[in-house]
């Protein structure tokens, strides 16, 4: 939900007290709510293996969990907090993020912000540069994997399917064994 301030900046957004979590889209600062253990379950796990997984193959990539600031545009615009995000760019880290768009972003929704996933994100993630999205939704027990260079561009996957990165070949997660 957006906080009270009508029209809010970066400057608002980075003066935000400690521990009060929000994103700035389209000038609006919208509240994070604290996630579930499920959630963070999957955050974790999804992370993890990513990490491992660039570390076997001497990759120069670097995962980071949420909460981490990712400037999206790189213009102050816009500053998301996703779930995981992967910068293959190096020169796009800075002391306070990520400033541009991360190469892969995942997303694992919550009722009361999967409308801000299915929607409002798929289309700033594309409009950025995001490479490959996914959707984790632990309710439907699905993710959709968006990969944004590729047709298709979606592909839709149960929790008991092995869901793949076309960024990452050979890495491939399956939700079933995270969530039990």
Known sequence: MPLLKPYSTATDYCN?????RAELIDGELWNLASPS???????YELGRCLGDYIDR??????????PFAVNLFADESTFVEPDISVVCDS?????????????FIAEVTSPSNSGMDYIS?????RDAG????????????????????EE????????????????????SICFAQVVR
């Open 16 to 20: 935000l007290p400690e521990g009060v």
């Open 37 to 43: 253990r499920i959630h963070q379950k999957i955050v």
């Open 57 to 66: 193959h001497d990759g120069s990539c670097e995962v980071y969990p949420g």
């Open 91 to 103: 020169s796009k880290l800075s002391e306070r993020g990520c400033e541009g768009a991360p190469d």
């Open 121 to 125: 994100k798929l289309h700033l993630y």
């Open 130 to 149: 995001v490479r490959e999205y996914w959707i984790c939704d632990p309710q439907k027990r699905q993710v959709i994997a968006y990969r944004f260079d």
């Open 152 to 171: 298709p561009v979606a592909t839709v996957y149960k929790f008991d399917d092995e869901v793949q990165s076309s960024l990452f070949e050979g890495f």
